[in-house]
């Protein structure tokens, strides 16, 4: 009986499995010359393995029976990671920048139509309805938005698919969109400041413009906290050359003083030198930069300490350093005890020698793990291999 009700849930599993989306397994221009011969379109899935949207396309979409209907029906489906082997050229040849992306792709090579999120089952149909429908492709869209459409929705869904693509283009349409609307919501607005990110934009300047309709939905404190943020932005990216990994120090704090204090100027820049160093993998930089911003934590969040002592863990090998972050994770546990600060420590006291304090914090935090429903699968490797030891 258990053989049977085992080999009868494997069977369901596979039912499930067979009525979704059926991906092909091969190289792309194979797959370009299947859907010429077919004469159909195809789905591509433009995934990242670290995606959690995609995943949740994977789990909760692609499976469904009236998904997997359509598509399977109307397309060549493929399904292919963006930074991983032919998928690197296909991101960079099809301008995809953001994860999940879908491309709905001709016989010819050429894109169509594009959207990209994740996207419930329903709308998830009518987006590939709309690419079958040539009146609705974005080719399309952008031909009638040159014929000068004026209509809000149309203009606010054109915006949103070409806003990653074509930024420029986008640009170009939200600037008509805003223009004729006299009241946000917090749907504009949310839309405006993605686009607005650049100081030299268009989308800034009307960021600006319309100061006084914006404070009212999200407070004018809010809104000067986000023009301090983007102004501060736009100098990072005039202040740092990514050819030669250096730093216009003098230019930034120069600037940045015109709307911030000189001492908030000088942490700024120290914070994003530290975490630009940490991803140029110039591990002795963010080191001594770390450690100079957090001579006082005094005013530091339980979950600011605990970050920035797991990437000490994480990074750093110099001893009197980790014992730098034991204390930052120590006074993380203080102000709120929890199974991630508590795993921080016990990987900390292990990585300086401490397998007696190592041990106490890896028990402890299993404690805390399993009181808050929390996988402490990783603490437990830790705590076996200590007690091995």
Not at 94 to 120: Q, S
């Amino acid at each position: 009986m258990k053989k049977l009700t085992i080999f009868s849930a494997l069977l369901i599993g596979a039912m499930t499995l067979a009525q979704g989306i059926k991906f092909e397994d091969t190289n792309f221009s194979t797959i370009l010359a299947k859907a010429k011969k077919e004469n159909k379109l195809i789905f591509v899935d433009a995934y990242a393995s670290w995606c959690g949207p995609c995943k949740l396309m994977v789990k909760n979409v692609f499976p469904q029976k009236a998904v997997g209907d359509y598509y399977n029906s109307h397309f060549v489906n493929a399904k292919i990671d963006m930074e991983k082997g032919e998928g690197i050229d296909l991101a960079k040849k099809y301008n995809v920048k953001a994860f999940p992306t879908y491309l709905f792709i001709d016989g010819n090579g050429e894109v169509v139509h594009r959207t990209l999120g994740y996207v419930e089952e329903n709308d998830f149909i009518q987006f590939a309805k709309d690419a079958g429908d040539p009146s609705k492709r974005l080719t399309a869209l952008k031909q009638k938005f040159e014929e000068g459409e004026k209509d809000p929705e149309f203009l606010k869904n054109l915006a949103g698919l070409t806003m990653y693509s074509d930024p420029e283009f986008s640009g170009k349409v939200m600037e008509r969109y805003f223009n004729a609307k006299t009241e946000l919501n917090q749907e504009d607005i949310q839309m405006l400041l993605f686009a607005a990110q650049n100081i030299d934009s268009p989308m800034y300047k009307t960021f600006q413009a319309k100061k006084a309709e914006i404070s009212k939905v999200i407070t004018p404190e809010k809104y000067e906290a986000i023009d301090k943020s983007i102004k501060i932005s736009g100098l990072f990216k005039k202040s740092y050359n990514a050819d030669t990994k250096s730093w216009n120090d003098n230019y930034f704090l120069t600037e940045a003083q015109k709307f911030i204090p000189k001492e908030e100027a000088e942490k700024i820049l120290k914070k994003t030198q530290a975490g630009r160093a940490l991803r140029d993998k110039d591990i002795a930089k963010y080191e001594k930069l770390t450690l100079e911003l957090n001579k006082d934590t005094s005013a530091m969040s339980s979950e600011e300490l605990n970050s920035v002592a797991w990437n000490f863990f994480e990074n750093v090998t110099n001893k009197a350093s980790l014992e730098k972050a034991v204390a930052w994770a120590q006074e993380s546990v203080k102000k709120n005890e929890n199974y991630a600060n508590t795993d921080t420590l016990a990987n900390l006291y292990n990585k300086i020698g401490d397998k007696k304090n190592a041990k106490i914090w890896a028990e402890k935090s299993i404690q805390l793990a399993k009181s808050s429903g929390e996988d402490s699968s990783d603490t437990e490797k830790l705590l076996k291999n200590l007690t091995i030891q």
